[in-house]
Every structure is written in C-alpha cells, then in structure tokens.
C-alpha cells in the first residue's frame, strides 16, 4: 500500500537546524509534485516548499527563503527538508503531500492541490 512517511521532527532550541524526510513508500514511481506544508492550531495548513520532480523546480514560502532547502533522493523516493536557523514560528506540524495526477508544482499553492498526505512529523522550536 502505498504512503508517505515522514520523520526527523523533534525539539530544538532557536538557531537549530533539523532535517525532515518523507520516504514515499510502495510508490513504484516518484510523483512528480512532492510538497511539505506546515500547521498550527487554529491556523489553515500552509505550504512550505515544493519540489517538481521532472524539471527539479522548487517553490519556498517567503518565511523560509534562505533557511530551508528542500530536495529529492530519487533512488530513495524520499523527500527531505533540511531546516537550519529555525525560529519560534517554525514550530508546526510538518506533512509531506504529494500530488496523484503527475502534474508539475505551482508557486503557492494551497492544500486542496494535493491529493495524498503523510500523518506528519512534528516541529518544536524553543528560545
């Protein structure tokens, strides 16, 4: 059966670095939009990074230019997020999504785009 799972959440002090991974696994291809998006209680999930599989193209919120960089281990079929310089308000819930139809990534797109999703790994950032 096919489903992501992610992992390496956990709790860091700010200025921290973590790396998450989202291994998808029983896909006999790799879905070419691979995302991961992140949500707080009370808030709407937002996207975080996203990465087409076919060109390479990737897509980072504002909040995270500069401090996260996602990437894609082919062989693997697992999608990282390596986080560094982490503040406050990275604390959320992360999942990893991916879209089923084989279409690319687009700038900022919303939840709804995607079709399948991991259970999520939390993310905890403390001063």
């Known amino acids: 059966q096919a489903q992501l799972v992610e992992s390496g959440g956990g709790s860091v002090q700010a200025g921290g670095s973590l790396r998450l991974s989202c291994v998808a696994s029983?896909?006999?291809?790799?879905?070419?939009?691979m995302g991961w998006f992140r949500q707080t209680p009370g808030k709407e999930r937002e996207g975080v990074a996203s990465?087409?599989?076919?060109?390479?193209?990737?897509y980072y919120a504002d909040s995270v230019k500069g401090r996260f960089t996602i990437s894609l281990d082919a062989a693997t079929k697992t999608l990282h997020l390596q986080m560094n310089s982490l503040v406050l308000e990275d604390t959320a819930m992360y999942y990893c999504?991916?879209?089923?139809?084989?279409?690319?990534?687009?700038?900022?797109?919303?939840?709804?785009?995607?079709?399948?999703w991991g259970q999520g790994t939390q993310v905890t950032v403390s001063s």
């Open positions: 999504a991916v879209k089923g139809s084989g279409a690319r990534c687009y700038t900022g797109e919303p939840q709804y785009e995607y079709n399948f």
């Open positions: 029983g896909y006999t291809y790799i879905p070419n939009c």
């Open positions: 990465l087409t599989a076919t060109s390479g193209d990737t």
